[in-house]
């Protein structure tokens, strides 16, 4: 009976230690070539699950050749939030949609979504290394002193007041944290160091209340670089349309300055030759009665 006991169960000492989450990990996405190791063939081939990582992440950063890729970093999500944070997303992009010269009015839906994709930090840093055409020193400058849980951001197209509608739903859905005042740290350096209220008794647990927190790192747009306050400048710009619209009224204003002129002329002229025919009959008409 014993025999079968532990045949079927794991030993006891496996399944009480302790597991360490995922969320506490501090990786951040690194751009910088792998160190060489003996063993290891270069350039690295991942495989299976890897692989399959590796591959839709390289698709991704395609991706941003036809709309704009924002790198997120996000802390204390759940699944729940998560799911709402992509739900505020969805609904600002479909307000602020641009409508198109040849459909005004688009069916609800047809239109492509933003995609929020959670990565993995050590295949996408894989993934961005092989990715041609980027500049790596504004990458590395991009995510210096960024750690912990990132995510991605596709957008469809490039479209600012689209663009601006979002970091503002973003903004709204996860602000983010106040930082805390010196009383506050304060405070809980006493609470850390206190002695517990009932020594000896195991004390009850307790579940932190997660506040979570959404922090734009960068973005790529066209294949350049953006830091934050870029994005943002770049979301205060015109749309596609109005920046063609005042193309044309700029390169059309001499013309149309040349051609009020030109019709002035022409009226005054009339004018004046009007004006000169009836002072001449007005003349003759005189001369006649005279006689």
Same mark, same amino acid.
């Given at each position: 009976?014993?025999?079968?006991?532990?045949?079927?169960?794991?030993?006891?000492?496996?399944?009480?230690?302790?597991?360490?989450?995922?969320?506490?990990?501090?990786?951040?996405?690194?751009?910088?070539?792998?160190?060489?190791?003996?063993?290891?063939?270069?350039?690295?081939?991942?495989?299976?699950?890897?692989?399959?990582?590796?591959?839709?992440?390289?698709?991704?950063?395609?991706?941003?050749?036809?709309?704009?890729?924002?790198?997120?970093?996000?802390?204390?999500?759940?699944?729940?939030?998560?799911?709402?944070?992509?739900?505020?997303?969805?609904?600002?992009?479909?307000?602020?949609?641009?409508?198109?010269?040849?459909?005004?009015?688009?069916?609800?839906?047809?239109?492509?979504?933003?995609?929020?994709?959670?990565?993995?930090?050590?295949?996408?840093?894989?993934?961005?290394?092989?990715?041609?055409?980027?500049?790596?020193?504004?990458?590395?400058?991009?995510?210096?002193?960024?750690?912990?849980?990132?995510?991605?951001?596709?957008?469809?197209?490039?479209?600012?007041?689209?663009? /601006?509608?979002?970091?503002?739903? *973003?903004?709204?859905? %996860?602000?983010? &944290?106040?930082?805390? !005042?010196? $009383?506050? +740290? =304060?405070?809980?350096?006493?609470?850390?160091?206190?002695?517990?209220?009932?020594?000896?008794?195991?004390?009850?647990?307790?579940?932190?209340?997660?506040?979570?927190?959404?922090?734009?790192?960068?973005?790529?747009?066209?294949?350049?670089?953006?830091?934050?306050?870029?994005?943002?400048?770049?979301?205060?710009?015109?749309?596609?349309?109005?920046?063609?619209?005042?193309?044309?009224?700029?390169?059309?204003?001499?013309? /149309?300055?040349?051609?009020?002129? *030109?019709?002035?002329? %022409?009226?005054? &002229?009339?004018?004046? !030759?009007? $004006?000169? +025919? =009836?002072?001449?009959?007005?003349?003759?008409?005189?001369?006649?009665?005279?006689?």
């Amino acid at each position: 009976m014993l025999n079968l006991l532990g045949r079927c169960c794991p030993p006891w000492t496996a399944s009480t230690t302790p597991r360490i989450a995922s969320s506490s990990r501090t990786y951040a996405i690194s751009v910088k070539p792998p160190r060489p190791l003996p063993g290891r063939t270069e350039p690295r081939k991942f495989k299976d699950k890897k692989a399959y990582q590796y591959n839709w992440y390289t698709n991704i950063l395609h991706q941003s050749n036809g709309g704009p890729l924002l790198f997120l970093g996000h802390a204390d999500f759940k699944a729940e939030r998560l799911v709402k944070l992509r739900r505020d997303i969805a609904a600002a992009a479909r307000r602020s949609a641009s409508p198109s010269l040849a459909s005004p009015t688009p069916a609800p839906g047809a239109a492509p979504q933003p995609q929020l994709t959670v990565i993995r930090t050590s295949i996408f840093g894989a993934a961005l290394r092989d990715y041609p055409n980027i500049n790596m020193v504004e990458v590395e400058q991009m995510f210096e002193g960024s750690k912990g849980n990132f995510a991605v951001l596709t957008l469809p197209s490039f479209d600012p007041p689209q663009l /601006n509608a979002i970091l503002r739903a *973003m903004d709204k859905s %996860a602000p983010r &944290r106040p930082p805390k !005042t010196p $009383e506050e +740290l =304060k405070r809980e350096e006493t609470e850390k160091k206190a002695d517990p209220e009932n020594p000896g008794r195991r004390m009850k647990r307790q579940r932190p209340l997660l506040t979570p927190e959404l922090k734009l790192v960068g973005a790529f747009i066209e294949g350049k670089v953006f830091l934050p306050q870029g994005v943002k400048d770049v979301s205060q710009l015109p749309t596609l349309e109005t920046l063609r619209a005042q193309i044309v009224g700029i390169l059309s204003q001499p013309a /149309n300055r040349l051609a009020a002129v *030109m019709t002035g002329a %022409a009226g005054a &002229r009339l004018a004046r !030759t009007l $004006e000169g +025919l =009836k002072k001449s009959l007005e003349e003759d008409a005189g001369s006649a009665q005279s006689s």
